[in-house]
């Protein structure tokens, strides 16, 4: 078969699995999904003044939600471990591509929904793509919650392999065991840094795998804790970085209401932040950065997969290790491709069993 059909097949073979579950259970809980959009989305409308302004830097309450287990299994693979020790040398077949020395940096906009980027409303978002590669027909996976999607973007494995179905970090819940990208950096002696916007992020940046991670409070917290540990810490290899606000202000009243766009643009001042910070201390040149989201949204929600404006995300490659000029991407995206990008510019290995694989067609050739 021909290589280009390769990858979309076989990942629409396994949407095919999820959506059949998800259906099943629909009937079985006699529940209705709500019909998906007879056209395309309106224009981004540009936020009033006084829209930006009702905007603050306060954290919304991360609701818990449990939601069917609609993917193959809910069980994480047997070799699976939360430790540094049994990831120190990875296994693979493959050579990663030969790139520019680089870090990585990982900014997450929570419930970012791409047509909601513009030059306008979100001018640093919007240099990052225009400077480098972008697509925004990138796909989250099936749960599209935070927690799930998070766990596939840092490991690199679909949800049938992480299981991870729960969305908060309540007591009971078990320990994610599936390796992610800082348990491979820990392992090769990088030093990874976290800062995010949701105490549950922390079941994944966890302190013994991550030189350091950090919680704060809302966009500006975030931006600002970012810019405070860089000046503080030395260089990073690899950093994570999470902003809460679009997706709180989705729930609480509407994905692209005028209060949504206002948290955009919120967002946006945040990643300006982040850059500046990078600039300041003397590493944006050598920085190769991912901005992406974890999921869409429409009306007050993101939890039904089978809603593409729900499971569609921006994904955008800017830095020395990504094609320049804004390069529009044509191949499909699957969040989980974020660590299999991450670690073949950190020249890292990529293990066996991965789902995802790196987005070549963003990075240098």
């Not at 609701?63 to 693979?77: C, H, N």
């Not at 819940?173 to 800082?182: A, C, D, E, H, K």
């Amino acid at each position: 078969m021909n290589k280009f059909w390769t990858k979309p097949l076989l990942r629409l073979s396994r949407f095919g699995l999820q959506l059949l579950g998800y259906s099943v259970w629909l009937v079985l809980a006699g529940c209705v999904p709500t019909a998906a959009p007879s056209s395309p989305p309106p224009p981004v409308p540009t936020a009033t003044a006084a829209a930006l302004a009702a905007v603050s830097p306060t954290a919304v309450a991360t609701t818990a939600i449990t939601l069917p287990l609609i993917t193959k299994s809910a069980t994480p693979t047997a070799t699976a471990t939360a430790t540094a020790t049994a990831t120190a040398s990875p296994t693979s077949t493959h050579t990663p591509t030969v790139l520019p020395p680089s870090r990585v940096l990982i900014i997450v906009v929570d419930g970012l929904r791409p047509d909601a980027i513009s030059a306008e409303l979100t001018p640093h978002i919007w240099e990052l793509a225009q400077t480098g590669a972008y697509s925004w027909a990138a796909q989250t996976i099936s749960p599209s919650i935070t927690l799930p999607s998070h766990t596939s973007m840092l490991s690199g494995v679909d949800f049938y392999q992480h299981g991870v179905w729960w969305n908060d970090d309540a007591p009971e819940r078990p320990p994610i065991t599936t390796p992610t990208l800082f348990n491979y950096a820990t392992a090769a002696g990088l030093r990874s840094l976290a800062v995010y916007g949701k105490t549950k992020i922390m079941l994944l940046a966890q302190p013994e795998v991550t030189t350091q991670s950090i919680y704060a409070l809302g966009d500006v917290g975030v931006s600002m804790r970012f810019a405070q540990l860089l000046a503080e810490e030395e260089p990073f290899d690899l950093m994570f970085t999470h902003l809460p606000e679009v997706d709180g202000t989705g729930h609480a009243l509407g994905w692209m209401s005028e209060a949504y766009l206002a948290a955009v643009a919120q967002a946006d001042t945040a990643v300006g932040t982040i850059l500046k910070a990078l600039a300041d201390k003397g590493l944006r040149e050598t920085t190769t950065i991912v901005l992406t989201a974890d999921h869409g949204g429409i009306n007050l929600g993101h939890g039904d997969p089978t809603l593409a404006v729900n499971r569609t995300i921006p994904w955008i490659l800017s830095g020395p290790a990504a094609v320049a000029g804004g390069v529009m991407l044509t191949e499909p995206i699957e969040t989980y491709d974020t660590a299999a990008t991450a670690l073949t510019i950190l020249r890292l290995p990529l293990p066996e069993g991965l789902d995802g694989q790196p987005v070549h067609q963003a990075l240098q050739k």
